[in-house]
């Protein structure tokens, strides 16, 4: 369904140049949960980013359903992707109720039935009528995020960018957000392509995983061989051996 092909990003330009992806290539099947997995700085948003046109100056290819993406945000673009940001309170305006929030896309794309549609997401992501007129500050983090989530999804996209969703919430809310990203999956068949720094977050909810350092994928496996271990390449290795738990296994 999503073919990356040599996805190339630089910033500056001359002696200043800073190439930040290097020739970027990976495929995620229809339905599949892939997840983009490295240190601090080693590409892993900006792929997002250009994927979302958020960048715009990229090269190389993308390509959705066998067509290409262009690099410009347009509104069938819009109805296809849509991305969940890390930080719920900075990604929703301060002054915006859940309401706009949710109502403004339909707006936007002539989309009617817009009080039945509010509804509907709200419960979808797990919150009643009464978080409908809320603001951002009035909702804990992991509300604020079901928030997020409901937003990216009013507009019935086919995939999910997913921009370390969990990375702001307390553990325990973590495993909330998670659970419902898998059922969202499963009950719409919803392509993801998730990016994180918690590798037990990749074996939770992505079928692969791609690995990157200094902009570039240096390994893709199957997210169970980060638990067994076998077939890694150095740098993988290295981030596998760095979560492992007291126990010796791979943190989960």
Not at 16 to 37: I, M, P, Q, T, W
Request: proline share 3%.
């Amino acid at each position: 369904m999503i073919s990356v092909e040599k996805l190339g990003l630089a910033f500056g330009s001359g002696a200043d140049l800073h190439k930040v992806l290097h020739e970027v290539s990976f495929s995620v099947a229809e339905g599949e949960a892939f997840g983009l997995v490295g240190e601090s700085g080693s590409g892993k948003s900006t792929v997002l980013r250009c994927m979302a046109g958020l960048y715009q100056h990229w090269q190389g290819r993308i390509e959705i359903g066998g067509r290409a993406l262009g690099r410009k945000i347009y509104r069938e673009r819009c109805r296809l992707v849509q991305m969940v940001f890390q930080d719920p309170y900075g990604s929703l305006h301060p002054r915006h109720t859940v309401n706009t929030a949710l109502s403004e896309p339909l707006h936007i794309h002539g989309i009617g039935d817009v009080d039945a549609r509010v509804g509907q997401i709200l419960k979808k992501v797990g919150l009643d009528a009464s978080f409908r007129y809320r603001y951002p500050h009035q909702m804990s983090g992991g509300q604020r995020q079901r928030v997020a989530i409901a937003r990216a999804l009013i507009l019935e996209p086919r995939i999910l960018l997913l921009d370390e969703p969990t990375s702001a919430l307390d553990v325990s809310v973590q495993a909330e957000i998670l659970n419902l990203l898998a059922e969202l999956r499963e009950r719409d068949g919803l392509t993801y392509i998730m990016v994180t720094h918690d590798l037990g977050v990749v074996v939770h909810l992505c079928d692969r995983v791609g690995v990157m350092q200094h902009g570039r994928i240096v390994d893709v496996q199957p997210s169970e061989a980060l638990v067994v271990g076998h077939g890694l390449h150095p740098y993988t290795r290295g981030l596998v051996d760095a979560t492992r738990d007291a126990t010796g296994r791979a943190a989960a």
